[in-house]
């Protein structure tokens, strides 16, 4: 394929070094306001809210054809104790290139970056690269709007499936339940009520009903899942815990729905709260549905070729996170979710992308990007 004084694997490191935890992507922004524009690419700063931007870059003329969209932020570090190299200082060892969003998704995003570099001029038309805020809490923030003002007839949406070509992924509700008991000196707990001892029922009853939607299965996604993956309670050693508050996870896949699935909990915990005459409340901080794209549609036959002549499995597989995919269906923009690196790999300590893989993605895309137009 073509050269470019461009690398992915440069740009990749330089993305890692500037910390983009969601909300806090500004910097990045700025960063790629300048690179796009050394790109060659005509460059767009599009407000979201405060000081935060999605960041557009496009080659050629006219209605955009595909656009390849990821997100700019990443989750924080973790535990950064535990990281062989500081997670925002890039390495490069044994072959791989070591940081937080390496993988998830600054490894797509480098990967397009290059992509387009080197079809700038070659197109017919016009084709764009998005790079998006807000992807992790599940809003899909960015993606929403930067929907508003733009319609492209095709996306590819950059996350880590390892090459494959994503026609599907699942959906998620994320609520928050928060159980009241009363506070006691805890010489004396009769006098009052334990509220995380109420949780811990509840959470069991919530463990039964997680291995009940389990059985709910997608050819491509594989299980439906709900997880309890936070817990907050109490506020001193010796004193009776007056609230205790959790959060789920809870994974769709198709033909399940936002509204079915929040329902079905809300029947749960209402059940529960009559029973144990508890007081709980259940709210939802945020809802995507699972998401599809039909094998039929011409993105998706373009991008099984690219990766064929790219040397890659074809064959159409599923998402089994979650990813801006949805927001792009809503409008009914078909799409596909197509990236470097491994989803094992995402939200980890040490998260890193093999090398090979990202040179490898930005064929893939270039491929794309110069097919769809012909």
């Known amino acids: 394929m073509s050269e470019t004084p461009f690398s992915a694997e440069g740009i990749l490191q330089e ?15 700025g ?21 935060r931007y999605n960041v557009i870059g496009k080659a050629g003329a006219g209605p955009i054809g595909l656009m390849l969209c990821t997100h700019q932020d990443v989750i924080p570090a973790l535990d950064a104790a535990g990281w062989e190299t500081p997670p925002f200082t890039p390495s490069v060892r044994d072959g791989r290139i070591y940081g937080r969003g390496a993988t998830d998704a600054k490894g797509s995003l480098a990967a397009m970056m290059e992509a387009m570099a080197r079809v700038k001029g070659r197109v017919k038309g016009c084709v764009a690269v998005a790079a998006v805020v807000e992807e992790e809490t599940g809003r899909s923030t960015g993606a929403r709007k930067l929907l508003e003002a733009y319609t492209p007839a095709a996306a590819v949406i950059g996350e880590p499936t390892g090459l494959r070509v994503a026609i599907a992924h699942k959906g998620a509700i994320r ?23 109420i949780a811990i029922r509840l959470i069991k009853n919530i ?6 939607v389990g059985q709910k299965t997608d050819p ?8 309890v993956t936070m817990i907050y309670g109490g506020e001193r050693i010796n004193v009776v815990p007056e ?7 809870r994974r769709l896949v198709s033909g399940e729905s936002i509204e079915s699935a929040y329902d079905d909990l809300r029947r749960l915990v209402s059940r529960f709260s009559r029973r144990h005459d508890a007081e709980v409340d259940l709210d939802l901080l945020s ?5 599809s794209t039909d094998k039929d549609e011409p993105i998706v036959r373009l991008a099984s070729r690219a990766l064929g002549e790219s040397g890659v499995d074809p064959e159409p597989a599923g998402f089994p996170a979650g990813c801006d995919m949805w927001a792009f269906r809503a409008k009914r923009i078909p799409a596909v979710v197509i990236g470097p690196g491994s989803i094992e790999q995402a939200h980890v300590v040490d998260e890193y992308i093999e090398i090979e893989q990202l040179r490898k993605a930005v064929d893939v895309y270039e491929r794309l990007l110069l097919q769809t137009l012909r």
Do not use: W
């Open 287 to 291: 809802a995507y549905p699972p998401s």
């Open 31 to 51: 960063y790629l306001e300048r690179k796009f524009g050394e790109l060659g690419l005509e460059v767009e700063m599009q407000a979201v809210d405060s000081d």
């Open 220 to 227: 491509l996604l594989g299980r439906s899942s709900s997880e």
């Open 175 to 197: 609520p928050i339940i928060t159980v009241y008991g009363e506070a006691a000196h805890a010489s004396r707990p009769a006098q009052g009520t334990n509220a995380i001892t």
């Open 207 to 212: 463990e039964t009903y997680g291995r009940r």
């Open 15 to 29: 993305l890692i070094a500037i910390p983009s935890v969601t909300g806090s992507e500004t910097p990045l922004a």
């Open 243 to 249: 609230s205790c508050t959790f959060f789920i996870d």
